[in-house]
């Protein structure tokens, strides 16, 4: 398909007639199918979400930033309204780079174990992304240095003005947790969970509770039934930093 015609051609009988536009993007090297629990849970809820296709997330190229512009654009030109985006881990740097190009065609910004904080300099330090970058580069994609370097570092930049939902999970070996959480402002929020940065994409907890935010308000107390879904404190929270064992493990066996 060619470059100029990426589109999400979604269903109208659920987009047009449902609440609660969702735009879900897979992180690094996922394939949209790995985000289908999340949308069939939301979709369960009578929500309007949608994966953000078939294909791989190859991570910061021209091509994935003419897609999500396209994405949205689309998406927010069938329902009308502002959505709301999902991204988990480096999904989540692509749903704040959208907030920053088109904050009137975006809601809030949901972000799953996705490093918020980070510089540029703190990737190969506090993440595994500078070894897994590496990898993708070896296997062929083509990975841009100056579209991540525009991506991350979300903290040194104006505030959005959207709101940030963080879902932090507190025992993420592949991030540095605190790296995930969203800045400190009257519109964000974090929750914490007790989960690895893998099981982040289709935890329950999280899920009901995006769906539970959707419906009565982002700024809604979580009900008891939902906290108790693996849902801890913020003291809970590990902060982990890859050793180089994690590092060669992330380049034979990428995690996000």
Not at 36 to 42: A, K
Not at 44 to 55: E, F, T
Request: charged fraction near 20%; include cysteine; glycine fraction near 8%.
């Amino acid at each position: 398909k060619a470059v100029h015609d990426v589109g999400l051609h979604p269903h109208p009988k659920r987009t047009k007639h449902l609440p609660d536009p969702t735009l879900i993007i897979p992180g690094i090297t996922h394939k949209g199918k790995d985000m289908i629990p999340m949308r069939d849970f939301l979709q369960s809820k009578d929500k309007a979400a949608h994966i953000w296709g078939p294909d791989r997330n190859n991570g910061p190229t021209r091509f994935a930033v003419h897609k999500l512009n396209n994405l949205l654009n689309n998406f927010h030109d069938e329902v009308g309204e502002p959505v709301y985006i999902i991204g988990y881990s480096f999904g989540g740097l692509m749903g704040l780079f959208l907030g920053r190009m088109h904050p009137g065609k975006v809601k809030a910004i949901i972000i799953l174990a996705s490093p918020d904080l980070l510089g540029y300099e703190d990737i190969a330090s506090k993440t595994v992304f500078g070894s897994l970058f590496k990898y993708i580069d070896h296997a062929g994609f083509l990975f841009n240095q100056k579209i991540l370097r525009n991506w991350v570092g979300e903290h040194k930049r104006p505030p959005l003005g959207i709101p940030i939902i963080s879902f932090i999970a507190c025992n993420d070996k592949t991030v540095s947790a605190p790296s995930c959480e969203a800045p400190e402002n009257s519109l964000n929020r974090n929750f914490y969970v007790a989960c690895d940065h893998t099981q982040m994409k289709d935890h329950p907890g999280v899920m009901a509770a995006i769906a539970y935010l959707q419906e009565n308000g982002l700024y809604a107390d979580l009900p008891d039934e939902i906290l108790a879904m693996g849902f801890v404190g913020r003291e809970k929270m590990i902060d982990h930093f890859p050793t180089i064992q994690d590092l060669q493990n992330t380049i034979e066996h990428p995690p996000l």
